[in-house]
C-alpha cells in the first residue's frame, strides 16, 4: 500500500474509529448519547450534500453525472442479485434472510462514504461534487430488488400498505436531506455557501472523528452480542465488498470517471447500508433476523471497508487510471 | 371519595418504524387517543439490543386506555401483525378518573 | 417466597410544566416519593403532538405508588386541576417488595 | 424587492427552511433530535445576547436604548389588545382562545429576530447590539395581558399559585439565557468575546440552518395535523404581522432607531412566540386550545415573516430612512 | 375473541449502573426477555434527583414479563440487592397476547 | 490576587458558570438537556486528551512524566486517607460515608482541570501536554482506597462481582476516552491534528462555557435541594481542596514541574470527582448517601475550585517557582 494509505492509520479519523472498537472489546461503558448520534448523522450528511452541490454549481453539470446516476440505481438494482445467490448457496440462508441481507449490499452507506472522500483528499484523488447525488440515488433502488428476492413472486400484504411502506422508503429522511442539501448546495453557490462553511466545513472532520468512535463501539457490542452470524457469513461479508467494490472501481473507469469519483463509485458499490435498508426491512420482512443483517453490515463489512477497503480501491482507481501509487 | 371507572390499559412494544401502523388502528377502532413512550434497550429472542436508534430500528410503548370491548376490538385489528412484527401486547384492568372520555 | 404487600401504583399523565403541581401534590400527601418518565407523541381530543420539547410543552408520565389511603387523599387533592389542565390518571393494584415503606 | 430580499431566497438559512417545510409536506420521515434542536436553540439565544452584549460594551450605553426597552415592553403590552379585538369578532374565537392566541402576538420569536439578522446584515443594515435586550423584554409582558382578556376581571385561583406562575413566566428560560448572556457580553467585552468567537459567531448561521431546517419540519407537519384552523383564523395569523410589523417599523422610526434597529423593533412587533408563552398558557389557561395558538403562531406566522415578512418590513424602514431600496 | 394468558408483568426501578446485574437475573432465571425504559427524575427518601445522567447516575426502569413461578424466582434471586440498593419492584398480573413465548 | 486572576472574572467561561448557579438561585426553568450535557463533556474529553497527546508528540517523553505520573497515582490514593480521617472526625460521619466521601476526593474532576488550563493559559504559565496522562491516572486509585476505608476489611460480596466492579472502574468511559483520545493525539502529531483542529481546538471555549453554564445550574439546585449537608461538611468541602490543592502544588514543584505544570497538579489534587466515583459507589456502597458525596463534591468544591482555588494555586506555584505574581 502507498504512503497515503499508510497515511490512513495516522488520521484522527480512522483513529477513532478503532478506539471505539478498542474499547467495546474491553467492555467498557463509553457511550455516546443516541441523539448526539442522530445529530452527528444529520450534519455530516447535510454537509456533504452542501458541499457536492457547491462542487456542481462551479464545475456545470454534464453528461458525465447522467450516465453516473444511471451506473449507481442500476448498481443498487443489480448487485442484491449477485450477493442474493451467494448467500442462499454459500452462505446456506433461507430465501427471506437472503433477500433482506442482499438489499443491505445493494444500497449504501453515507459514512463509509464520507470517510473514503477524507482519504481520497489524502491520497491527491478527489471525488467530483456530483457522486453525493449518486450517493443518494442508490440507497433505495436495492430494497426492491431485496422484496422481490425474498418474497418471490407472492403478493401477500395488501396494497395499500405496499403503497405506504415504498414511499416511506423513496422519501427516507437520509435520501431527502441528502438530496435536499445537494440542491441548496447548487442554489447557494459558492457566495452562499461561504456564510455557513465555518461550521459545515471546518467542523467537518471533527465530528466524523466523533462519529465514528460511536461507530466504532456499536459495531463492536453487536458483534460480542451476534448469536446469529456463521463463519461462511463472515466470509461474506468481507467478500462481497472485494468483489462490488470492485466491479465498482471498473465500471466507473469505464464511464469515463476521474480517477477519485471511479474509486468512490467502487466504495458506494463496496459499501453495505445499516441505517435505511434495516429500516425498511423491519417493516417490510419482520421475519428477516436482524442479527444476521446487521451484524454483517454494521459489523464486518463496515469496519473491513474503513480500514482496508477504500485503500485497495483507492489503489485500484489509481492503477487503472494510470496514476502512479 | 372521587369516582373512578374501570377500563383496559394495553400496553404494546414495538419497533419504531412500526409505531404508526399500531396507532393507525387504535384511531380506527375509535379509542379516544394514545400515548408514545421511549424505550432505551431490551433482550428477547433474537438476542439484546441498544442504541438501536442509529440504525433507525429501536422500539417504542405505545399505550393506550380503553373500555374492554374497544380493547379486544384492537386486539383483534392488530392480529395479523401481532406474530410477524413481533408486538408484544399486555392489557390490565385499571381505574381510571374522568373515566368518560374512554 | 418472598413477602410483598399490596399497593396502589399510580400514572398520571400531565403536561411537563403542570408535573411539578403534580409532584406538591404528592409530596403533600406525604407519599414516599415519585418518579418520572419521559414521553414522546400522543394523540387525544385535540389530535396528535411530538416534538413538543421546542415548544416548550411536551408530557410527562408521573408515577407513585402508595397506600389505598394515600391514593385516594391525592386523587382529591388533584381533582381540581383534574379535568381543567387534561390530566390522565389510572391506577391498579400492584404487589410491592420492600412495601413497609409506602 | 430589492436586490438584497432576491438574496433571501438564495441563503442556505432560508432555503434550509424551505426543505424542512417541503420534507414534511411530502411526508418523509426526516426529524431532528428533540435535545439537539433544543441544544441549538440554547446555543443560539447564547450567541446573540453574548453579540449584542459586546456590541454595547463597545458603542456604550445611551437614552436610545432606554427609549428602545420601553417602546418594546409598551408594545408587548398592547399589542394582544389589538389582536384580540380581530381575534373575537372578526377571527370568531371565544374570549379564552382569544386572550391565549393575543398574547402569543404581544410577545415575540427569537428565531425569526435571528434569522432577520442575518438578512438585515445581507442588506447591510445592520441591528444595533442592545436590540437583543429589547427582544428579551418583549418575551414576557404579552402574558400578563393575555392573561388580562381571557379571563376578565374573575380571579379564581389561589394567590400563591398565581405568584408561582408569575415568576416561572418572567424567569423563563429565555428570558434569563438571553439577558445573562447579554450582561456576560457586556462584562467580557470584545478582548474575552475573541476567546470564544470560534464557536458563538463562526458556527451561528450554519446551527441556523439546521435548526430552521427542524423549524419547517415541526411547523408543516402541525399545519398538516391541524384540525382546529379556519380560513378566517389564517387570515388573522397573515395579517397581524403584517400590521404590527408596519406599526413597529414606524414606532422605531419615530423613536429615531436607526434603519436596521427600526426594521429589527418591526420585526419583533410581527413575530408571535412559540415557546415561552405557549408554555405560561398550559399552565395558566389549560381550557385554551394549543392546536389554535400553536398553529397560528408556528405554522402560519412563523413562515410567514421569515419568507416575506422580514423583507417587506426591511424595504419599509429603508424608505423610512430614506435609502435607496 | 382472540386468546390471552395471564402472566406476570415486573418492573424494576434501579440506578442505571445497576441494571446489568438486574438483567443478569432475569437472563439467570431464564426469562424470555427484558425491556428498559428510561426514567428522567424522582424523588425518594433522600429527596429529589435529576440531571444525573451527567453524574453517571440517574435511574432506570426495568420491565420483563414472565410466569408466576419465573416471576417469585426473579424475586428471590433479587433479594441480596434489593433493599441495599434501593430497588422498587412492583408486579401485577396482565394478560399477553400471543402468550405462549413466556 | 495579580490581574490574571482578576481576568478570570471577565472571563466568559467563568461568567457562564455564574449565571448557571444564578439562574438556579432564582429557581428559573433554564436547563441544558442531558444529552447535549453528556456529549460536550465527552467532546471536552476528547479534545484535551488530543490536545496533551499531540503535545507530548511535540515535546517527546522523558522522565518527568513518568515522575509525574507515579506521584499521581499515589496522590489519589493517598489523599483519600486524609479526608477520611477529618471526616469521621471533624465532620461525624460514619465509616461507610466517610469513606464514600473520601474516595471522590482522591480522584479528580475533569472539568475543573479543564477549566484551570483556560485560566494557566491567561496566566502565561501553560501546564505541560502530559498533565492529561496524570489526570486520567487519578481518577480510579481513590476508589479503591475509598472502598478499603469504606469496607474496613470485611470481604463480603462475592468475588465475581468484586472483580466485575474493579474492570468498569477501571474501564471507565472517562478514563478510555482520555487515554485514548491521548494516544491518538501522540500517533496523529501536529500534522494529523491540523484536520481536526477547528472542531476540537477552535471550538472548545465555547463549549466549555455552555457546558460550566450547566454544571453552574446542577450545582445549585441540588445544593438548594439538599438535606444531609451539615456546617461541618461544608468546612470539609472549603478545607480539603485548600488542603490537598497547596500539597499538590508542594509536591509538583518538589518533583521538578514547571510552575503550570505543578498549579495543574495542585488543582488535580484539589479537585473532587462528580463523575466517575458516584457511579462507582452505588455500585459498591449503595448504602452510602449520594446527598452527602454529590452535594459535597459537585455542589461545594466544585465551585469553590472554579472560582477561587485555581487562582489561588496559580498564584502559589507562581510564587513557589519565583515568578512574580
Ligand atoms: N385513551 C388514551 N390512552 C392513552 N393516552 C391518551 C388517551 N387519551 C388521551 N391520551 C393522552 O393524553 C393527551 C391529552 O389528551 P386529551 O385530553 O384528550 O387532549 C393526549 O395527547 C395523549 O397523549
Ligand atoms: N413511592 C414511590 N413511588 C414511586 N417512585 C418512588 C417512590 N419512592 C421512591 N421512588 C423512586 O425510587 C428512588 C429511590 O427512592 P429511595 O430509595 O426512597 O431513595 C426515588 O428517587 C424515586 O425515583
Ligand atoms: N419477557 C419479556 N419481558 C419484557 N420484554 C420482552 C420480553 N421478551 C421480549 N421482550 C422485548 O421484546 C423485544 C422483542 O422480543 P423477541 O420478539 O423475543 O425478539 C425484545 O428485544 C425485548 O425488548
Ligand atoms: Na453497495
Ligand atoms: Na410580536
Ligand atoms: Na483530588
Known amino acids: 500500500m502507498d504512503i497515503a494509505a499508510l497515511q490512513t492509520f495516522t488520521s484522527p479519523v480512522v483513529l477513532f474509529f478503532l478506539l471505539g472498537l478498542l474499547a467495546a472489546v474491553v467492555r467498557s461503558d463509553l457511550a455516546i448519547p443516541e441523539a448526539i448520534a442522530k445529530g452527528m448523522s444529520l450534519y455530516l450528511m447535510a454537509a456533504i450534500g ?4 457547491v462542487a456542481v454549481s462551479k464545475s456545470g ?12 440505481i442500476a448498481a443498487s438494482f443489480l448487485l442484491p442479485f449477485i450477493a442474493y445467490a451467494v448467500l442462499k448457496t454459500f452462505g446456506k440462508l433461507d430465501r427471506l434472510n437472503a433477500g433482506a441481507v442482499a438489499a443491505h449490499y445493494g444500497s449504501v452507506s453515507v459514512v463509509t ?12 484523488v478527489p471525488a467530483a461534487g456530483f457522486m453525493v447525488a449518486v450517493l443518494a440515488a442508490m440507497e433505495t433502488p436495492a430494497i426492491l430488488s431485496g422484496l422481490l428476492l425474498a418474497k418471490g413472486g407472492s403478493k401477500n400484504g395488501d396494497p395499500e400498505e405496499r403503497g405506504e411502506m415504498l414511499r416511506e422508503v423513496f422519501l427516507n429522511a437520509s435520501v431527502v436531506l441528502l438530496l435536499g442539501s445537494f440542491a441548496i448546495g447548487m442554489v447557494a453557490g459558492p457566495s452562499g455557501f461561504a456564510e455557513v462553511s465555518p461550521f459545515f466545513e471546518a467542523g467537518f472532520k471533527g465530528v466524523l472523528c466523533l462519529f465514528l ?3 466504532g463501539l456499536i459495531a463492536a457490542r453487536r458483534m460480542m452480542d451476534s448469536r446469529a452470524i456463521t463463519w461462511r457469513l463472515v466470509v461474506i461479508a468481507i467478500a462481497l465488498p472485494l468483489f462490488n467494490g470492485a466491479l465498482g472501481v471498473l465500471a466507473g473507469t469505464a464511464i469515463g470517471l476521474d480517477v477519485g469519483s471511479a474509486a468512490a463509485f467502487g466504495v458506494l458499490c463496496a459499501s453495505a447500508s445499516y441505517i435505511a435498508v434495516p429500516a425498511a426491512m423491519r417493516l417490510a420482512l419482520p421475519q428477516a433476523d436482524p442479527g444476521i443483517y446487521l451484524t454483517m453490515s454494521l459489523s464486518i ?20 487510471g494510470g496514476m502512479p501509487l | 371519595m372521587i369516582e373512578t371507572v374501570v377500563r383496559k390499559r394495553i400496553e404494546i412494544l414495538a419497533d ?8 393507525r388502528a387504535i384511531d380506527k377502532v375509535e379509542i379516544s387517543g394514545w400515548t408514545i413512550l421511549p424505550v432505551q434497550s431490551g433482550s428477547g429472542r433474537d438476542g439484546p439490543w441498544r442504541d438501536e436508534r442509529v440504525t433507525g430500528s429501536d422500539k417504542s410503548l405505545i399505550l393506550t386506555i380503553a373500555s374492554e370491548e374497544k380493547a379486544s376490538l384492537l386486539s383483534e385489528e392488530l392480529v395479523p401483525i401481532l406474530s410477524s412484527h413481533g408486538l408484544l401486547l399486555t392489557m390490565w384492568d385499571v381505574e381510571v378518573v374522568r373515566g368518560e372520555r374512554f
Chains 1, 4, 6 share one sequence.
Not at chain 1, 452542501?50 to 452541490?53: D, E, T
Not at chain 2, 419504531?16 to 396507532?23: E, F, G, I, N, Y
Open chain 1, 113 to 124: 462514504y464520507v470517510t473514503a472522500v477524507e482519504i481520497f483528499e489524502l491520497s491527491a
Open chain 1, 301 to 320: 463489512t463496515f469496519p473491513f471497508n474503513i480500514l482496508v477497503n477504500i485503500g485497495l480501491l483507492t489503489a485500484l482507481a489509481k492503477a487503472l
Open chain 2, 16 to 23: 419504531t418504524p412500526l409505531a404508526k401502523r399500531v396507532t
Open chain 1, 61 to 72: 453539470l454534464d453528461a458525465t453525472i447522467i450516465t453516473a446516476l444511471a451506473a449507481g
Open chain 1, 213 to 215: 468512535l460511536d461507530m
Open chain 1, 50 to 53: 452542501l458541499k457536492g452541490g
